[in-house]
């Protein structure tokens, strides 16, 4: 059974840092494309990061370079995002993303707010 679990979301303030996990099972995670997506009432859903396979390539929206890391550890089959210098626009819910078989998790709350 195909599972991705995110955890590591909450309330901190601007400027505070936070680091998501995804915990992938039933699946060869070490085989997928791994993203991190985040949705906010009324917007669009954005790509916020994403990394290859093996971990060698990653990219960011523009809105996060700088203050967002993505990695992997294919041998805990689990995906980080590290966020520093939070901004109250980076109040979402944080999915995490498998592609090609496009799997998704249920989702992480992370506010930012004072």
């Known amino acids: 059974q195909v599972q991705l679990v995110e955890s590591g979301g909450g309330l901190v303030q601007p400027g505070g840092s936070l680091r998501l996990s995804c915990a992938a099972s039933?699946?060869?995670?070490?085989?997928?494309?791994t993203s991190w997506y985040r949705r906010t009432p009324g917007k669009e859903r954005e790509l916020v990061a994403f990394?290859?396979?093996?971990?060698?390539?990653?990219n960011y929206a523009d809105s996060v370079k700088g203050r967002f890391t993505i990695s992997r550890d294919n041998a805990k089959n689990t995906v980080y995002l590290q966020m520093i210098g939070l901004k109250p626009e980076d109040t979402a819910v944080y999915y995490c993303?498998?592609?090609?078989?496009?799997?998704w998790g249920q989702g992480t709350q992370v506010t930012v707010s004072s």
């Open positions: 990394i290859s396979p093996g971990g060698g390539s990653t």
């Open positions: 039933g699946f060869t995670f070490s085989s997928y494309t």
């Open positions: 993303v498998c592609r090609p078989r496009d799997y």
